[in-house]
């Protein structure tokens, strides 16, 4: 089982028909087994885009609840592993919840990334596996 790592845009593709990478997410998704991966700074930036629609977030949390999503931990003597991220590309001026995935994939050995976000995660490099192998 290939154990995948999710970005903002899918959660908040899968959870809104409206937007306009819903129907790709969604497939994306049916093909995947086991649970996505993520964080807590990829819940609050898919809740705060989700924040219009009518129980999304709800939806988005119920998710996290019933094993659709599993997040990853992060201790507080963690964030300096993130802000080296951050710093490491900086030229890039990568939100939080992008430099949270990049660590985690590399602390915990993961090699792919559900994301619309190809420009950025083309160039993150999860320590010495290189680059994300990233889906869609």
Known sequence: MRRVLV????LVAIMSRADQHHKTCVEVLHELTGPLFSCWPVITEAAWLLRGRTGAVRQLLDGISTGFLELL????AQAA?????MEK???IRPQLADAALVYL?????????????????SVYHAGRKGALDIIP
Do not use: C, H, M, W
């Open 7 to 10: 970005d903002t845009g899918p």
């Open 89 to 91: 590309y900086r030229n």
């Open 73 to 76: 931990t992060i201790q507080s």
């Open 81 to 85: 592993g993130i802000a080296k991220v």
């Open 105 to 121: 994939a590399e602390r915990d050995g993961f090699d792919t990334i559900f994301t619309l976000d190809r420009r950025d995660f």
